[in-house]
């Protein structure tokens, strides 16, 4: 089975651009479909409100028959004090696996890695070319995984690359996605210095071509047990924490 770990879906309210206006999955799914995606993990839009997002990406989610999974996007700032309780309602009433965040709203803070702690699920946290943004978060949540989008930048910042692939091989909870990322060989370098565990495959749809961007994973020739984990083993693996939440959460409560 194939997954795609990164996709939008819904509207946005900011209008200065693709990434908070609209992410329409007809063609999307369409595409996912001929390209042989069974699975995609979706979260919104960049929003003003991600309450309301994350609640319209949930009808969404619903009527997929489970072909879609949910993250909840949230603003680190702007939420600040009710991010558990967001988190919260998205996994425990929605089925949702997994947070989304993005620098361009705010830095990460302790209450997003405490309510993925608490609800045993990834955050996948695009920092926007500041891969260092990973180092301390990754040492104090040991327990909670972080999927860098991107390979830590979407406008192919090699210096980003070079992090990441870094990070990646430095700690056993950060994970990378290979959405958009152009520089082919900073791809076949992250597989081959971190391993076929840390890559998932990603496509940024429905803004990218999900079926273009499953291709660069193919030309990377791995051996196929390999590729299947880049395509959807490590996925699983991490959404399979979901609802498990860690000794550390449980020791904390
Ligand atoms: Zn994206």
Excluded at 170 to 187: E, K, M, S, W
Excluded at 200 to 226: A, M, N, V, Y
């Amino acid at each position: 089975m194939v997954i795609d770990g990164h996709v939008h879906a819904g509207k946005g309210d900011g209008l200065t651009g693709p990434w908070n206006t609209d992410a329409p999955l007809g063609a999307y799914l369409r595409r996912a479909r001929a390209a042989g995606i069974g699975r995609a993990v979706v979260f919104p839009a960049l929003h003003t409100d991600y309450g309301r997002a994350n609640l319209e990406l949930a009808r969404v989610v619903s009527r997929s028959r489970g072909r879609l999974i949910g993250f909840a996007f949230v603003h680190a700032g702007r939420d600040r004090g009710r991010i558990h309780e967001m988190v919260g309602t998205a996994v425990r009433q929605w089925g949702f696996r997994g947070i989304k965040v993005h620098r361009l709203d705010a830095p990460a803070t302790r209450e997003v890695c405490e309510a993925a702690r608490s609800f045993g699920v990834p955050v996948l946290y695009d920092v926007l070319g500041e891969p260092f943004r990973i180092e301390l978060l990754a040492q104090q949540y040991p327990d909670v995984d972080f999927i860098v989008p991107h390979l830590g930048s979407f406008a192919d910042d090699f210096r980003a690359h070079y992090q990441v692939i870094d990070q990646l091989c430095r700690f056993p909870n950060v994970y990378t996605d290979t959405a958009g990322v152009r520089r082919f060989d900073y791809l076949v370098s992250a597989v081959r210095r971190a391993g076929p565990r840390k890559v998932i495959f990603g496509s940024d749809g429905p803004w990218l071509h999900p079926g273009l961007e499953l291709h660069k994973i193919r030309l990377l020739q791995l051996p196929r047990r390999h590729e299947a984990l880049v395509t959807g083993g490590n996925m699983l693996r991490l959404l399979s924490k979901a609802g498990r939440p860690s000794l550390r959460a449980v020791a904390a409560a």
